[in-house]
């Protein structure tokens, strides 16, 4: 079971990123994305959230109406879109696969909002 998320980069303030998690070794669309993030001295929280058919998402207050959470199940990989980017939102990225106790983690991918 692998999860990878690419795409973390350092970017202005008011710019856009658009986040892959790409899982393999597993039945992707039997499970629920979810994204998180974990800046500097922080706990990780969790970011925006979509249901396994891709029906469902959730975003948490911080992020709403910024980011834009979505999945592509043919080519087994999740997305977050990420636009009007603070500097609030630097952190590190990570993505979660989730079935019922099943839950699989990336290794994470690096967002710097700065400028």
């Known amino acids: 079971v692998q999860l990878v998320e690419s795409g973390g980069a350092l970017v202005q303030p008011g710019g856009s990123l658009r986040l892959s998690c790409v899982g393999s070794?597993?039945?992707?669309?039997?499970?629920?994305i979810r994204w998180y993030r974990q800046g500097p001295g922080n706990e990780r929280e969790l970011v925006a959230v979509i249901n396994n058919s891709g029906g469902g998402t959730y975003y948490t207050v911080p992020v709403k109406d910024r980011f834009t959470i979505s999945r592509d199940n043919e080519v087994n990989t999740a997305y977050l879109q990420m636009n009007d980017l603070k500097p609030e939102d630097t952190a590190v990225y990570y993505c979660s696969a989730v079935r019922g106790r099943e839950n699989y983690w990336g290794q994470g991918t690096p967002v710097t909002v700065s400028s």
């Open positions: 070794g597993f039945t992707f669309s039997d499970y629920h």
